[in-house]
């Protein structure tokens, strides 16, 4: 963080790591932990011991307060939230129909909930609990099992709808890109911005399907200038691989990916046209995948 | 449809990577309260734990990716978020307040009124005897650092003993804990689901 200051040697930082784990180093040393723990794996498995040791003495909560899930529940599609909200939102600006002040006791609700409708709101389960969690679904008219499923499939298509004026070939990638969210073996990964990103609000979703094409869905990339484009790496095998350019402005792309290679992150860099074999900059947006 | 009930942690947290509001809840519902409580104990404020929980919860909502199964459990990865971002709010108060009023006391005594605080909730009472089991000097750095969102440097001045001295008997301590909580068999939070 501060590069005014020499580097700590590695025994220095060693000497470090329990107090690490209990925050109680001042920022600038913190910075240089977490920088050491980036590329050493056995002070990221100590570092992470410590905090299943600490994670024992603080677990003494009692039930969790279901008024402040509700308050939770109430923040979930903030446009904070880096997801198809913000995208959906962007391209096609409400309806976002996300009643309030419904939220009747919904104790008779069978747990799949499935009459979940508009401001249903859906508990949980009663048997374990002294209190009793609510659900909100997000104003679609669906079983709770297939809420999530449902949203982005409404989401995409106010994307599809908005695209599909301007581009019929990015329609279809936008129709293909749904097809593949609804399939549940699909995977999402998220790319965020990075501390030298232009814009800290960018972000990029991937959506993995199980055949041979992804697609790609960016928000908040600012246009390159003309003669630069955007490019898009996987992580393999601690390789940065190139996965394609994406040309200097992207919403919306489909991309060549083989599903049974495995990618540990994926990141994106602005290049020169064409694109490069080597990136020597840092990543506009990145993200990790999880397995 | 993955029954909610019964999925790992991990699983869970897949599940919020698509959005899906059950699964997040059903973190909140195994996690919540130790999360809140955690941070009602270094804050001292209900108003506060519920700002921070509500981060907390928030953060896994649109970040779920920072949580790596593989490096442990979900519990563990929560209750340390909790801790830090508690922690920090703590910290930009105290210096808030001392901007305000110098002549505000800052001293050791709040510090060891924490330590005799640690214990007032219900704990496990092998985890109690795993940390009363330490030497003193390793386990009040520990309690004045974890509970008391104290840096090590603030705990050295408190306890009158060289910096470098309780960085490592930090160390040590969170070593020798690790140790006597496995000899009593006791299992890392969440470890079973």
Same mark, same amino acid.
């Given at each position: ?15 470090? *790591?329990g107090a ?10 913190a910075?240089a932990?977490?920088? %050491?723990?980036r =590329?050493c794996v ?6 992470a011991?410590?905090h299943e ?12 307060? =279901?008024? *402040?899930w509700?308050k939770i529940a ?11 909200d913000l ?8 309806p976002r129909?996300?009643p309030?002040g ?9 747990r799949d ?10 508990p949980?389960d ?6 009793r ?6 104003g679609v008219?669906?079983?709770a099992a297939?809420?999530?499923a449902?949203v982005?499939?409404v989401?995409?298509?106010?994307l599809? %709808? ?5 581009s ?7 129709a293909?890109m ?5 399939n549940p073996?699909?995977?999402?990964v ?7 990103s232009?814009?800290r609000?960018?972000t990029?979703?991937?959506v993995l399907?199980?055949s041979?094409t992804?697609y790609?869905?960016?928000?908040g990339?600012?246009?390159?200038a003309?003669?630069e484009?955007y490019q898009?790496w ?8 190139s996965?394609g350019?994406l040309?200097?402005?992207?919403t919306?792309?489909?991309f060549?990916f ?9 990141a994106?860099?602005?290049?020169q046209?064409?694109?490069v074999?080597q ?5 506009v947006?990145?993200?990790v995948v999880?397995? | 449809m993955i029954?909610?009930e019964l999925a790992s ?5 897949? +599940?919020?990577?698509?959005w899906?509001?059950?699964a997040?809840?059903?973190?909140y519902r ?11 104990r270094i ?16 953060d896994?909502w649109q970040?779920?990716?920072k949580f ?5 459990t ?5 209750l ?8 920090d709010l703590?910290?930009?108060?105290t210096?808030r307040?001392?901007?305000?009023d110098?002549t505000t ?9 924490? /330590?005799?605080?640690?214990?007032d ?5 092998q985890?109690h005897e795993a940390?009363? +089991?330490l030497?003193d000097?390793?386990?009040r750095?520990i ?8 840096t090590y440097? /603030? ?5 009158? /003993? ?9 160390r ?8 006597n ?5 006791v ?6 689901r």
């Open positions: 963080m501060n590069e005014a200051l020499p580097e700590r040697s590695e025994h220095e930082i060693e000497e470090l *790591l690490y784990a209990l925050d109680a180093v001042d920022p600038d040393e910075a932990v977490e920088r %050491h723990l =590329t056995r002070c990221s498995a100590e570092v011991s410590y040791v600490t994670g024992l003495l603080a677990n003494s909560g009692g039930d969790a307060p =279901t008024a *402040l509700d109430d923040r979930l599609d903030e446009p904070a939230a880096p997801s198809w995208l959906a939102a962007r391209l096609d600006p409400p129909s996300r309030s419904t939220e009747p006791d919904g104790a008779s609700e069978p909930g499935s009459a979940a409708g508009d401001g249903t709101v859906i949980l009663g048997r374990r609990r002294r209190g969690l609510f659900v909100r679904a997000m008219v669906a079983a297939a809420v999530a449902l982005l499939g989401q995409v298509r106010h599809d %709808h908005q695209v599909s004026a301007l019929a070939g990015r329609s279809t990638v936008t293909a749904q097809t593949a969210l609804e073996a699909t995977q999402r998220l790319l965020t911005a990075t501390p030298t232009p814009d609000t960018a990029v979703t991937l399907g199980t041979d992804s790609l869905a960016a928000q990339l600012p246009p390159l003309p003669g484009t898009l996987g992580v393999i095998n601690n390789q940065r691989i996965l350019v040309g200097a402005a992207p919306v792309r489909a060549s083989d599903s049974g290679v495995k990618v540990a992150a994926f994106i860099t602005a290049e046209a064409g694109g074999v990136s020597t900059h840092a990543p947006v990145e993200g999880r397995t | 029954d909610l942690d991990a699983n869970l947290v897949v +599940a919020v990577g698509r899906h509001h059950p997040l809840a059903e973190c195994r996690h919540g309260g130790a999360v809140h409580a955690l941070s009602r804050l001292r404020s209900e108003q506060a734990a519920e700002e921070i929980t509500q981060e907390v919860f928030l896994l970040h779920p990716e790596d199964a593989q490096r442990g979900l519990r563990s990865f929560l340390a978020r909790t801790h830090g971002k508690s922690v703590i910290r930009a108060e210096s307040r001392r901007r305000e110098r006391r800052e001293t050791a005594t709040s510090g060891y009124d924490i /330590e005799h605080q640690v214990w909730m219900t704990v496990a009472e985890v940390l009363t +089991a030497p000097d390793l386990r750095p309690e004045l650092a974890y509970f008391g969102g104290r440097r /603030e705990v050295a001045t408190m306890l009158g /003993e060289p910096e470098g001295t309780v960085k490592s008997r930090i040590a301590g969170l070593s020798r804990l690790k140790v909580l496995a000899e009593r068999g299992e890392p939070a969440g470890a079973e």
